[in-house]
């Protein structure tokens, strides 16, 4: 992985929710959604150090993704998100999928501190997601209702174009 610009001084580990943040508008930014597998991920970036997040991080939350999806359901509609973030202390990312009866949301919160973004460890302290993520994850929620849960058939190239940035 490439240099990133970060504190070398601050660690994610065991800090989760710790370190003293003031609120500043982050951006969010939607990425292509991407198949793992049998999964369809819509995907977003949050970034408190610049406008979108390099490679680097997003692979972060593509290795996360990986790593927590089930296998897929019997009827086939396997649709989630992934919300990767980029923060001084290390990099954040939460993983979402529906399940089978498509009302449960399920996730994963992973963490990787800067030293070593490849080592991704579960979040401390049964943590979800912090005020910036928990914007798309909303998006996603709404999304997910109008679309598919609520529709008279699940309409999932519109589930797909409805995302959301800027700054949160």
């Given amino acids: 992985m490439g240099a990133i610009s970060h504190d070398p001084h601050m660690t994610s580990r065991g800090t989760v929710g710790e370190r003293a943040v003031r609120y ?12 793992f597998g049998s999964w369809t991920i819509k995907r977003y970036a949050v970034s408190a ?6 490679v680097e991080v997003l692979e972060v939350g593509r290795a996360a993704t990986r790593r927590s999806l089930p296998k897929p359901h019997q ?11 980029e923060d001084e ?3 954040y990312v939460v993983v979402g999928w529906w399940s ?3 009302v449960i949301l399920h996730t994963r ?9 490849t080592n991704l460890v579960d979040a401390p302290a049964s943590a979800t997601a912090c005020i910036w993520e928990l914007v798309a994850m909303g998006h ?3 999304a997910w209702v109008r679309h598919v849960v609520a529709a008279d058939a699940p309409n999932l190239d519109a589930f797909l174009n409805s995302t959301v940035s800027g700054y949160f």
């Fill in 24 to 35: 500043a508008p982050r951006s969010i930014s939607a990425l292509p959604h991407q198949q």
């Fill in 140 to 142: 996603e929620r709404d």
């Fill in 109 to 117: 919160t992973w963490l990787a501190d800067w030293d070593d973004l």
């Fill in 100 to 102: 089978a009866n498509r």
């Fill in 75 to 85: 009827d086939g509609l396997c649709y989630g998100y992934s919300v990767v973030h």
């Fill in 49 to 54: 150090l610049r406008p979108t997040p390099p």
């Fill in 89 to 91: 202390d290390g990099c």
